[in-house]
Every structure is written in structure tokens, then in C-alpha cells.
């Protein structure tokens, strides 16, 4: 295990030395730096499993990368690093490992032998369902799976699903996360029963809003005709807690383990419905794709090491240029989910005050992510991006080509539109150009100098272009790794444990309580004011 870090990080000598960089670098124009050196773009260019990532267009320079280099090291990175790879108890609050690296390793080179006695079993239901030899229970081939989990039980799958649709034959994927009865109505609304196949993710299996929906699901088989016998054909389970799947009448459970943490679980048995919809040797691509980033982020050295740059370019945005957001842009359709995934996996990580050693963080940990597809985006808040007061750091994320597209010319504007922004927010506009066009429009006086402040349009706003020659299941796959490991080395640096989520757990328990008031079964507690006044509204309206 790393050492227990002490000492106050401010006060280490990297990090007053990024200080002092960083009050030097709000001086400095990026595009004036590329001007100065020829070789920047090459530089601040790194390649690693397919992917490219182009960092040249951040507020960096070389002393800059060094010293975040240096503070990684004081934080002792190479360390935690050893420890996650050899499936220590990095998860330090539940004295778990977060071992997901293991889940992509080859059969030929195992770290836990499970993995691949799960995976085969997988392997073997899938072709069963695929081929129709699992069948509903009229005999039916299975037309339609839908998985029922939420957070790491659906957004990994479901980002996969979505971002290989076209890879999709004869089966097809549906998600349906959300306690509110339109998701799961309107899914079940397009199925036949038939032939639907119900996948139930849930590590703890005790996730309320899972739970309510496979049992309204279960319910529609059995007014759809189906027997409680037949329940079996149409239901399976993924999850660690097989008491719990077995007390829900589900037979057939697809294991993992409490070291898989629910948002670095797709690698797993998670990601059934990414293999049965778009077939097992898919999602070993993707397996692929994420062993060859885990290979090349345990060996390369930190600088040229692509997933910690990420995460130390992510540091020195947000504890130095103090950018509170980060910006996830990704110009391809398929990829729609992605922003949202990298929410859950970002936010959920290191969303966290408190340090390792238990004592109050001092230092900003995670910014805040958002973001939304390309081009859609720019007709949304790119304006703010460029103009507004609060920069902040945005990455593009380009698939190059897109396997169902090749040759419409539409597909060249996606690509153009990317890298054009990304000029835009670096470059912004030549103030001398704006103002020789407005003058030869006519403007003058006051109004060529209100139009010029409105139009005005600085540039220096910083982001990283990643690079994926297509969007296939292998560079997806290396994508995703290298974004889970920008998280952890985020993690080590901040000095925060990445692999819990105890500020989620607090507002599961007391939905629980909140619902039994209300309903009557459960003694009520004292409330907060607003709290009381919002429940009393809601017994009005239920009771209309
Ligand atoms: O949001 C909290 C959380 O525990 C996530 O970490 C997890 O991915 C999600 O709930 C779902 O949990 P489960 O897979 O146990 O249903």
C-alpha cells in the first residue's frame, strides 16, 4: 500500500512551484507559444493504444508538465499505481480492492481465475440466446434484452450498446434505469413478451429503483400470458449477491466480485448486454482495447504516459488555472451517452472532501463534468465556452471515421466542425480582422466600438483533442480505460480513495424513510421545515 500522506500538499515544493507557473501562465497566449515552438503540437501529442491525444492546445509548457510530474511522484504515484495493478485494498474506507484492470486481462495471463470461469459461462448463454436456442416461453427466439440496473448497472453498457449500434444484428439492447414508471412503461410498450429477455444488474442487489422495476417487469410477463415456470426463460441476474437474486425467484445468476466497483463494472458480467446484442467477440474487442491502456498506462513513464496526463492536465486546470468545469465534447452521435457515463465515473470517484487519512481535504478535488454531443453542442453553450466569463477545459473526443457512414459528406463536416471549435477556443479572433470587416460594413464611432466589445472574442480557453481512428469496440475500449485511469491518477493526486460513494449512500436510506412516512408504515421522524411542508403537499396530491 502507498504511505499514508501526512503532510499538507500545498506545502510540498511541486506544488508551489505549479503556483508560481500558473500566476506566470495567466499572462501567456497558447497560440503565441505554438509561434515560438515549431515542435509543440508533436510535443504535447501523445499515442497509446489507438487513441490520440493532442494536449498541445492546454495552457501548458514543458516546466509546467515536469512539475506536475514531480508532484505526482511526491504523492507517490508509482506506488499507488503497483497497488492497484497487484489488487491491494486501495478502496481503504471498504477495505476492498478496485481491481477492474483484472476483469480485462487475457485468458492466457490471468490475475483472478474466476474472471474467465464467468466469462465462459457468459460466452456459453450468449450463443445459446443468439443462436435461438434460448427461447421464451412459447419457444420464441429472444428478439429484444432489457437490462434493469441504474448508475455503473447502466450507464457502461448502455454507452457500449449505443456507441456500436451498428455492429447490432438481430438483437436488440434496450436500458431502463429510472424509477419513474415512464421509462420501463414506454420500453415494455415496443415488446413482445414473448421473446423479451429481462438482464437484472445490481451489484448489492438491493437497489430500490432496480428492484421496483423488475417487479413490475415480472408482473407484465404474467399478465402477458406467461406462467410463474416460464419466469425463469425470461429472467436472468448479474450481480455479488446471489441470497439476494435467488430470494427474487430469478435461477440464473452471472457472478462478480465486491472489488469491482458498480462504475468500473462493464468489463464484467455487466456487460451481458453489450455481448448479447452485439455478440461475445464484441465485447472481447473491447476487453481487448482496455488491456492494451492498462498495459500502457502501467509501463509507460508519466510523461508519456496518456491517461496521467489526462489527469494531471485535469489538475492543473482545475487547482491552478482554477477552471471549475471540464467539458466532455464527443463529435459522434453514438457517443451521446459518453458526457453522462464520465459524469458517474468522474463525479462519483472523486466527488470526495475528505482525505485517505481521514482529514478534511484542502484543496479543490473534482471539477464539475458535463458536457453534450457535437455538433448539437455548439448550438447550445458553446457560446459560453467562448465567450462566456468562467472558462473552462473541454476535451473533443473524434472518432475519425464511423463504420456506418463512410463517404457521406456529412461525415466531413462532423469531423471539421471538431477541430475548428477547438482552433476557435484557442485562437478566438484577430481583432484587427473584426474591426476592417465592420468598417468596411459601414461602422463607425460609438457603434463600431459596441460591435467590436460584443464580437470580441479573446481565445486562450484550453482543451484536448482525443483522437480514435474509428469507432470500434477496440478503441472504445482503450478510450474508457484510459478515462477510468485519468480518474485514479486524479485520485492519487488530491489523495482521496476514487472507489466509494458513501455521499450516495446517505440519500438511499433516507428516500427509504421518506417513503415509508409517507405511506403510513414507517414513525415519522422530525423534519426541517421545508422538508415537512413538501411532504405535506405531497399527501394532498395523493390523496386528490
Ligand atoms: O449511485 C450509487 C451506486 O451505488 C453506484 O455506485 C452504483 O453503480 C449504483 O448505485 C447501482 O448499484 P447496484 O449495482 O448495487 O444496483
Not at 512551484?17 to 515552438?37: C, I, N, P, T, W
Not at 438491493?206 to 416460464?230: F, K, M, P, Y
Not at 485520485?491 to 428516500?511: H, P, R, Y
Amino acid at each position: 500500500m502507498p504511505a499514508k500522506l501526512v503532510s499538507d500538499i500545498r506545502q510540498k515544493p511541486a506544488w508551489r512551484e505549479l503556483g508560481r507557473l500558473a500566476a506566470q501562465m495567466q499572462r501567456a497566449r497558447v497560440d503565441s507559444m505554438f509561434e515560438h515552438d515549431p515542435r509543440r503540437a508533436e510535443r504535447f501529442t501523445l499515442e497509446a493504444a489507438g487513441i490520440t491525444l493532442d494536449y498541445s492546445k492546454q495552457r501548458i509548457d514543458q516546466a509546467v508538465m515536469q512539475a506536475l510530474s514531480r508532484l505526482a511522484e511526491s504523492q507517490h504515484f508509482h506506488a499507488a499505481r503497483e497497488a492497484l495493478f497487484s489488487g491491494a485494498p486501495i478502496n481503504n474506507s471498504e477495505g476492498r480492492a478496485a481491481w477492474h484492470i483484472a476483469l480485462r486481462r487475457p485468458a492466457d495471463a490471468p490475475l483472478y481465475d474466476e474472471v474467465h470461469t464467468v466469462r465462459a459461462e457468459m460466452a456459453a448463454f450468449v450463443d445459446d440466446v443468439r443462436r435461438g436456442r434460448w427461447t421464451g416461453y412459447t419457444g420464441a427466439p429472444i428478439s429484444d434484452v432489457v437490462n434493469i440496473g441504474i448508475g455503473g448497472s447502466d450507464l457502461g453498457p448502455r454507452l457500449v450498446c449505443d456507441a456500436l449500434a451498428s455492429l447490432r444484428q438481430r438483437i436488440h439492447c434496450h436500458f431502463v434505469a429510472n424509477v419513474d414508471p415512464a421509462d420501463l412503461d414506454d420500453t415494455l410498450m415496443r415488446m413482445d413478451p414473448e421473446r423479451t429477455l429481462f438482464v437484472v444488474t445490481s451489484k448489492s442487489f438491493t437497489t430500490a429503483e432496480t428492484l421496483a422495476n423488475a417487479q413490475v417487469a415480472r408482473q407484465w410477463l404474467l399478465d402477458n400470458g406467461a406462467s410463474e415456470a416460464d419466469i425463469a426463460s425470461h429472467f436472468v441476474a448479474v450481480s455479488t449477491n446471489s441470497q439476494a437474486v435467488s430470494a427474487f425467484g430469478i435461477d440464473r445468476m452471472f457472478g462478480f466480485w465486491d472489488w469491482v466497483g458498480g462504475r468500473f463494472s462493464l468489463w464484467s458480467a455487466v456487460g451481458i448486454s453489450i455481448a448479447l446484442g452485439l455478440g461475445m467477440e464484441v465485447f472481447d474487442e473491447l476487453l481487448a482495447g482496455a488491456y492494451a491502456m492498462d498495459e500502457h498506462f502501467l509501463q509507460a513513464p508519466l510523461e508519456e504516459n496518456l491517461p496521467a496526463t489526462l489527469g494531471l492536465v485535469g489538475v492543473w486546470n482545475n487547482n491552478f488555472l482554477g477552471l471549475p468545469s471540464h467539458v466532455v465534447v464527443p463529435y459522434a452521435q453514438r457517443l451521446a451517452a459518453l458526457p453522462a457515463y464520465l459524469q458517474q465515473l468522474e463525479m462519483e470517484s472523486n466527488g470526495k472532501s475528505v482525505t485517505r487519512g481521514g482529514e478534511p481535504s484542502r484543496i479543490e478535488t473534482v471539477p464539475t463534468v458535463w458536457g453534450s454531443v457535437g455538433t448539437n453542442a455548439q448550438h447550445a453553450f458553446f457560446q459560453m465556452l467562448h465567450q462566456g466569463v468562467l472558462a473552462a477545459d473541454v476535451d473533443f473526443v473524434l472518432p475519425l471515421s464511423n463504420p456506418d457512414a463512410a463517404g457521406d459528406e456529412r461525415e466531413r463536416q462532423r469531423v471539421a466542425n471538431c477541430i475548428a471549435q477547438a482552433e476557435a477556443l484557442m485562437c478566438g479572433r484577430d481583432n484587427q480582422a473584426l474591426v476592417d470587416e465592420l468598417t468596411s460594413q459601414g461602422a463607425s464611432g460609438f457603434a463600431l466600438e459596441q460591435l467590436l466589445a460584443a464580437r470580441r472574442f479573446d481565445g486562450n480557453r484550453p482543451s484536448s483533442t482525443i483522437v480514435m481512428d474509428r469507432l470500434d469496440a477496440r478503441h472504445l475500449g482503450a478510450l474508457l480505460a484510459a478515462y477510468e485511469h485519468k480518474v485514479f491518477v486524479q485520485g492519487v493526486l488530491w489523495d482521496i480513495n476514487s472507489f466509494d460513494q458513501w455521499g450516495v449512500e446517505l440519500g438511499k436510506t433516507m428516500a427509504g424513510q421518506l417513503l415509508g412516512e409517507l405511506d403510513g408504515g414507517v414513525d415519522a421522524v422530525d423534519h426541517d421545515a421545508s422538508t415537512a411542508a413538501l411532504m405535506n403537499r405531497v399527501r394532498r396530491a395523493w390523496n386528490e
